[in-house]
């Protein structure tokens, strides 16, 4: 499935809907360049769950965990991750295969554990279409 979104609203909303359908158990692998728009879809898909409280990328704790929603939500984001060892050690089986849904930005980087029947959302820039513009191809 291709969206194009035409600004930060657009990615959002697309987000929210998602996660006003997703199940337990889903990971979602946020991909795409610095910049694109993982995190911001990430406050979309929180938003959606009925979290209220500030999302923000979890740079330096690789997880952050928002209960107060629909249903859990663990928000990986792996960029700054040495080795995958580092996922055992927090435990990621137990999030990754929870009863929770998962966001994880820079998923590519943690490639060899990511579920087969993961989710993958690739933002894009096209430069010619305008700085707002992203297209968000979901597979
Ligand atoms: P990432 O997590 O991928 O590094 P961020 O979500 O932190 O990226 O930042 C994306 C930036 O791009 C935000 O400043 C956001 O306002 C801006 N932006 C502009 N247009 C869009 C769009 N269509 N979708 C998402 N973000 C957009
Ligand atoms: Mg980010």
């Excluded at 337990?24 to 991909?31: N, S, T």
Aim: net charge negative; proline share 4%; aromatic share 10%.
């Amino acid at each position: 499935m291709v969206y194009e979104t035409h600004g930060p609203e657009e990615t959002a909303d697309l987000a929210r809907s998602l996660a006003e359908q997703c199940l337990p158990g889903e990971v979602y692998c946020l991909d795409g360049d610095l910049g694109v728009g993982k995190t911001l879809f990430s406050q979309g898909f929180a938003k959606g769950l009925g979290i209220t409280e500030p999302v923000s990328s979890p740079t330096f704790t690789i997880i952050q965990i928002y209960e107060e929603g629909r249903l859990p939500l663990y928000h990986f984001d792996v960029y700054r991750i040495g080795d995958v060892s580092e996922m055992d050690e927090i435990g990621y089986e137990e999030y990754f295969f929870g009863e929770g849904v998962c966001l994880v930005e820079w998923a590519q980087l943690v490639e060899e554990i990511i579920p087969d029947n993961a989710r993958h959302v690739l933002i894009e820039k096209d430069v010619s279409r305008g700085v707002d513009y992203r297209r968000i191809t979901i597979t």
